[in-house]
């Protein structure tokens, strides 16, 4: 019953942020596909926001968003038939605090409106944005179409096709081509060429698009940037892994010069479909097919390519009063003693501070003027880095003049060596911490990742984890 009652109308799942303007382009897109569908779309309006700790909600636009997300609720609920005339109005003027004008141009009486959004508008929203929240939405506008994500074109010729052809009515597509673009015949079953596009005689030309992921481990890349619009707008093409220790992995880095890993080599197919202009000019070849090298300048670097292996060397990136780096400190450096291990430590641009930005100076004196009392200094911080104790430690650990050496170089070179540590960290494309470089090649974001592939330290324990950035 529940697959017939499918063909005859379509559902969309439309998520969104109410004072987002690509959510309200789509949302009149929706406006005018539900007048020339009428009664065959059934249409769920989602928003995108988070509930705090206490139960307050945020949202990316901020207090005003969360107020229309909730008077757009109560109209959607207690008003169905006035929600596209009020979203008409307000969509002309929505990042506008004059909203009244909007509901009554809708034909609902403010009054009354304003009163069912302050006893029922936060329990509305905070119950409708567990759906966004389940499905790990956060871009707006996206839209489920009976159930599947649609990745396609948001404009209306696009969407009426898209979602015509779920509906087993075959008036609504007489006389209509088959694709206006080439995004008309893209899907999550297939990728195409639209032929003779906006004509009686277009068709969709299959077409082959594989992509080539060079990496350390499979699967590590499924969250990334590149891989992610890569999926997005091209979501059923043939993707295979590629080991970067093998035989392929080897020419293929070779030949494309890349720097790091990963590497994402798109087939030169792909230049067919009009519009992916993200294909850039880079572009190798190999066993007689082409392939373009995607940019992935925005994800995060898992090895360096071009640096020389040194055997059981760490360097680990931090900010002196970041939790989580005082947790990787504690956590590696009695293992790299057990193991024989080179552990270095580096200071990035402080988060915390100025006081952060003293105590990262402070620590790169010691460990210039006081090699060997470096991480006893550290680990003794590190119990209440927080607290102005530093002279006191100093002392401890130091000796009596340990103080006043760490004072004068902090004050003379400090500057200069943590604008040298920083630089160093930027060249690596580093700005979280901890970030840990294994043996000059291997690049770990947090201490889950390294437990997990560097036998060493398998056995660390791990209490908080995470990153400050």
Wanted: net charge positive.
């Amino acid at each position: 019953m529940a697959a017939k009652e499918s063909r005859r109308t379509v559902s969309v799942d439309f998520f969104v942020m109410s004072q987002c303007p690509y959510g309200v382009q789509a949302e009149n897109v929706f406006y005018m596909l539900g007048k020339r569908l009428k009664d065959k779309m059934r249409f769920n309006i989602y928003f995108i926001a988070n509930e705090g700790i206490k139960g307050d909600i945020f949202s990316m636009h901020g207090p005003a968003e969360v107020e229309e997300d909730m008077r757009q609720l109560v109209i959607f609920k207690y008003f169905p038939d006035k929600f596209w005339l009020y979203l008409a109005s307000r969509n002309t003027d929505y990042a506008s605090p004059e909203w009244k004008a909007h509901v009554y141009m809708a034909g609902i009486d403010v009054r009354q409106l304003q009163s069912l959004v302050d006893a029922k508008g936060k329990d509305l929203l905070r119950e409708n944005i567990r759906k966004a929240n389940s499905l790990g939405v956060n871009v707006s506008p996206t839209v489920y179409i009976n159930g599947e994500k649609y990745e396609g074109s948001y404009g209306f010729p696009s969407l009426f096709l898209r979602l015509a052809k779920n509906l087993d009515d075959k008036k609504i597509l007489a006389g209509f081509p088959r694709c206006f673009s080439d995004a008309d015949c893209i899907d999550a079953d297939s990728i195409g060429i639209c032929r003779n596009p906006v004509t009686t005689d277009a068709r969709c030309e299959p077409l082959e698009v594989s992509l080539k992921i060079v990496d350390v481990k499979d699967k590590a890349y499924i969250h990334d940037q590149t891989y992610t619009a890569i999926k997005h707008y091209l979501p059923s093409l043939k993707e295979s892994f590629i080991d970067y220790c093998s035989d392929e992995g080897k020419i293929l880095i070779d030949k494309s010069r890349a720097q790091t890993l990963p590497i994402y080599l798109i087939s030169s197919s792909a230049e067919k479909i009009k519009g992916l202009n993200w294909l850039g000019q880079n572009r190798i070849e190999q066993n007689g097919q082409g392939y373009f090298l995607i940019d992935n300048s925005r994800d995060r670097i898992r090895f360096y390519l071009k640096r020389q292996k040194k055997p059981k060397a760490m360097d680990l990136f931090v900010m002196s009063k970041c939790p989580f780096g005082i947790e990787a400190e504690e956590a590696i450096y009695p293992v790299a003693k057990k193991a024989g291990i080179d552990l270095n430590i580096h200071y990035l641009s402080s988060v915390h501070g100025q006081s952060e930005t003293e105590e990262n100076m402070a620590q790169l004196c010691v460990k210039k003027y006081f090699p060997q009392k470096y991480f006893g200094y550290i680990l003794a911080r590190n119990k209440d880095i927080n607290s102005p104790t530093r002279k006191k430690v100093a002392i401890e650990i130091l000796g009596k003049n340990g103080e006043a050496i760490i004072r004068k170089c902090q004050d003379k070179e400090g500057k200069a060596m943590l604008e040298k540590n920083i630089v160093f960290g930027a060249e690596l494309r580093i700005n979280a911490s901890p970030t840990i470089l294994w043996e000059n090649q291997r690049r770990f974001e947090n201490l889950k990742e390294l437990k997990a592939e560097v036998e060493q330290f398998k056995d660390i324990k791990i209490k908080i984890g995470g990153s400050c950035k």
